[in-house]
Nanobody
């Protein structure tokens, strides 16, 4: 399986942005979950949100609950991350990644996309 993230850009505080992760290839039991991570400058890569592909069950990091929404489009084989009320601290490279189970750290992910940069600045 290959993943390609897109949708990043430069936005102002308070703006919204929607990221997409296009999935190519066949998902296996090693890819039960699709996740979003982010890595801010000088910081470790951190889990943001995950969705169980078949059931659609969602999970979020506490820092983005109520602000970000993960969704999947099974027909388009795409995972989205809707980000609202963006703040400068949301500035990071955002990555999509697959995993076989629930993940909390980047080491648990299996396949990574290339990342898309989100910059929140006035």
């Amino acid at each position: 399986v290959q993943l390609q993230a897109s949708g990043g850009g430069l936005v102002q505080p308070g703006d919204s942005l929607r990221l997409s992760c296009a999935i190519s290839g066949r998902l296996t039991t090693s890819d039960n979950f699709m996740n979003w991570f982010r890595q801010a400058p000088g910081k470790e890569r951190e889990f943001v949100a995950g969705i169980k592909w078949r059931e659609g069950k969602k999970r979020y990091a506490d820092s983005v609950k109520g602000q970000f929404t993960i969704s999947r489009d099974a027909g388009e084989y795409t995972v989205h991350l809707q980000m609202n009320s963006l703040e400068p601290e949301d500035t990071a490279v955002y990555y999509c990644a697959s995993s076989s189970g629930v993940v909390s750290t980047a080491v648990d992910a299996r396949v990574w996309g290339q990342g898309t940069l989100v910059t929140v600045s006035s």
